[in-house]
């Protein structure tokens, strides 16, 4: 079984920098595309990022691109979201996913284990 956990979050002024850590278990993921998910309060789960774990190809939602990567750790079975110069925008819940196919998807649905999420809180 699947098991994802979230780390790295917290207050944060704007303008500074995040790393979060997902870390991975339960098997292993050559077949497996992972990605970062946020939500914020009375929003819907918002994609940010995704990577396919065996090849490493990554997809950044458009208009994060300029400002966060994804990356992972194939030996420590674990996965990055570097986030820099943080807006306050960037406050919500981030979320590790993990979907059984190396293809990146961008809709939540798409994919069926979850960790229990991280807050990242940007202040002005």
């Known amino acids: 079984q699947v098991h994802l956990v979230e780390s790295g979050g917290g207050l944060v002024r704007a303008g500074t920098s995040l790393r979060l850590s997902c870390a991975a278990s339960?098997?292993?993921?050559?077949?497996?595309?992972m990605g970062w998910f946020r939500q914020a309060p009375g929003q819907e789960r918002e994609f940010v990022a995704g990577?396919?774990?065996?090849?490493?190809?990554?997809y950044i939602a458009n208009s994060k691109k300029d400002r966060f990567s994804i990356s992972r750790d194939t030996a420590k079975s674990t996965m990055y979201l570097q986030m820099n110069n943080l807006k306050p925008d960037d406050t919500a819940v981030y979320y590790c996913?993990?979907?059984?196919?190396?293809?990146?998807?961008?809709?939540?649905?798409?994919?069926?284990?979850w960790g229990q999420g991280t807050q990242v809180t940007v202040s002005s």
């Open positions: 339960g098997r292993t993921f050559d077949d497996y595309a």
């Open positions: 990577i396919s774990w065996e090849s490493g190809g990554t």
């Open positions: 996913a993990a979907r059984p196919t190396p293809s990146i998807g961008t809709w939540h649905a798409y994919y069926d284990t």
